[in-house]
């Protein structure tokens, strides 16, 4: 059993009919919430996230966002999982969440979406 597990700490693939929704308002759930503990976003559109709700809690927090469309919430194994990404995915899989939310994004997050960035 990995750390995360071990901890109570899930990780889920999000991905959905994005067309027309509020992907900024999405993202901004996933950056600021304390739901989320981390994230990976290395591919359009979809999310890893790294958190202690279950996949029917978690489903519920994002219905408002998809407004009634097509939505999945799937829990990965990271000790079952193949493909073709930079290292610093198969890191961020492999690493444990931390056990609070950091107070900011990382400074690439901020850049993209447009925040400020975080103080050092």
Excluded: C
């Amino acid at each position: 059993m990995d750390s995360d597990k071990q901890n109570g700490v899930y990780t889920y693939f999000i991905y959905g009919a994005y067309d027309g929704m509020n992907l900024m308002a999405l993202g901004q759930y996933i950056v600021d919430s304390a739901d989320i503990l981390s994230f990976w976003n290395h591919l359009p559109v979809l999310y890893a996230v790294k958190t202690r709700l279950s996949a029917l809690d978690l489903t519920q927090k994002l219905r408002p966002f998809f407004d009634g469309r097509f939505f999945i919430v799937a829990e990965i194994d990271s000790s079952n999982m193949n493909g073709w990404m930079p290292r610093e995915a198969w890191d961020w899989f492999k690493t444990p969440a931390p056990t609070v939310k950091p107070s900011s994004p990382p400074s690439w997050v901020a850049d993209i979406l447009g925040l400020p960035k975080p103080q050092s």
